[in-house]
DNA sequence: CCAATACTTAAGTGAATGCTTAACAATCAG
DNA sequence: CTGATTGTTAAGCATTCACTTAAGTATTGG
């Protein structure tokens, strides 16, 4: 759990693609070769490549070599990283939310209507 | 909940930079003026309220201005889009792992043990 | 062995990022 | 009014990104 900070940036870098998001969004219907994933991408397979090592270095994805093919698989993991940093900031405002409505609540009311 | 997929790329972009997420993180405990932001961050007021800029236009933060001071607050919303695409990705993930262990567990043991 | 398949790697390019400095505008306090 | 706050905006600059083309390197099927 070292290195968290820049560890989230490469997640969340990751994500922000179109491109690495849909290799993403296939590889949780399972593993994948490279060029199964370049497939319905509109660029070079060059391309997909250099995508796959951002998703690889940011610890979304790990592949391995059989022969010629390369299959990926995502590491689920990681995921769970990103989601639950955006969770915590959620459940933070939202506890927050709770606490100034019980204040609001138990306020006298305050009704100072006139200019 | 159109152009949900340039949205996708605006909040992850936006979520991948330290500061960035310094500033949705402060956000967290309640509204604060641009300078409140800045100050935590080594950086120039200028480079916060560029920073503040991607925050808005990726419709993380929203912010209005009284007098000569900006107070910025978080929209959860925003936040909890980009949560579930996440979430929604790992539960596919995680049914694809259930269903993977019946069909194991309903396998007749192949135990050819031997070199 | 030979040619297709499945990547891999390097170099280059234009556009986007993350800053900085500097000059400016609009409050607000005394 | 005057100066200190609080931001805003533009310009410039170094770096990183998302590609492309081009030239490889294994593997594998026949």
Redesign the pocket.
């Given at each position: 759990m070292l290195n968290n900070q820049g560890a989230l940036d490469q997640v969340f870098?990751a994500l922000?693609?179109p491109?690495?998001r849909a290799m993403v969004e296939r590889l949780t219907r399972g593993p994948a070769?490279?060029?199964?994933l370049?497939r319905p991408l509109?660029?070079?397979?060059?391309?997909v490549?250099?995508?796959?090592a951002?998703l690889e270095t940011s610890g979304l994805v790990r592949s391995e070599?059989?022969?010629?093919?390369?299959?990926c698989r995502i590491e689920p993991k990681t995921l769970r990283n990103a989601e639950q940093w955006i969770a915590q900031r959620r459940a933070i405002w939202e506890r927050r939310l709770d606490r100034l409505g019980e204040y609001l609540a138990s306020q006298p009311e305050d009704d100072t209507s006139k200019e």
């Open positions: 870098q922000a693609d491109a690495r070769a490279v060029s199964e370049a509109d660029m070079t397979l060059s391309a490549v250099q995508h796959l951002v070599k059989v022969g010629r093919v390369r299959t």
